[in-house]
């Protein structure tokens, strides 16, 4: 669900979920879908996370304001599309498919895809979810990989997608859903939310993560640029211990 946020605007940093507030050159507007910890959540009525973080500290060096938009994901490449943002997070790995649409910078993460499923689970491997309904954020990179790869090691398989991950989490806790599918940091930190959940590797999952710009935009250079700076100079690998190791 949309949250509206209410805070003081800096000179730096500028958190909204307002649709309404106009682009500016001198200000970066990013999508995210909020529901999505550590890279992106609410937490006291601020949006916080990983990929904020490294957003912030990139529009710092890069002397922008910033201001985040919380939307559904499935929405985050329309919005690029039609320039409604200047770039888009939320874990987004950068497809064959979505670099027809969009942009991509290079790689600041990369990682692997996992199920959770319930403790007492006689789920093992993929092969296990024949017959059975799993459910995944609609418009993640987990869409076409349930429907391809998973689809292949387990036939009869049941794909239930929703926009927003809390939602996916209530239904795997009612028993509408045998397992989630999602990254390994994710799943890894929902565990440990939810003692009565396992995470399971998929084998040959492995994902790269980056920034979705619209086609053609100037910022893509200048933001490789700092993300190259912040891998030499360390403050990547920092950012990444304290919010995703």
């Known amino acids: 669900m949309k949250k509206l946020l209410s805070i003081a605007c800096t000179a730096l940093a500028v958190i909204s979920c307002n649709d309404d507030t106009k682009k500016t050159d001198s200000q970066l507007t990013v999508g995210v879908s909020a529901d999505y910890p550590p890279f992106e959540y609410f937490s006291n009525g601020k949006i916080v996370g990983f990929d904020i973080e490294l957003l912030e500290e990139i529009a710092k060096r890069l ?4 201001e985040f938009k919380d939307m559904n994901f499935d929405g985050i490449i329309a919005a690029l599309q039609s320039k409604r943002i200047d770039a888009g997070v939320s874990a987004i790995s950068a497809t ?3 670099k027809k ?3 991509f910078s290079d790689n600041y ?3 692997s895809i996992v199920m959770v499923c319930q403790k007492d689970s006689d789920i093992k491997q ?3 979810l024949s017959g059975k309904t799993i459910g995944l954020q609609s418009g993640s990179i987990y869409e076409p990989y349930a429907n391809s790869d998973l689809s292949q090691q387990a036939p009869n398989l049941i794909i239930k997608t929703l926009p927003k991950v809390p939602d996916l989490i209530q239904d795997m806790k009612s028993g509408r859903l045998s397992c989630l599918i999602m990254g390994k940091t994710e799943g890894d930190l929902l565990v440990k939310q939810q003692s009565d959940f396992k995470v399971i590797p998929l084998i040959g999952s492995e994902i790269e993560i980056a920034i979705a710009f619209p086609k053609g935009s100037n910022l893509r250079d200048k933001i490789n640029t700092v993300l190259s ?3 030499k100079d360390g403050s990547l690998d920092q950012l990444i211990t304290k919010w995703l190791n």
């Open 229 to 231: 700076d912040m891998k």
């Open 126 to 128: 993929a092969s296990d």
């Open 101 to 103: 649409a969009v942009d």
């Open 96 to 98: 064959t498919e979505r």
């Open 109 to 111: 993460f990369a990682g």
């Open 63 to 66: 002397q922008l304001a910033i």
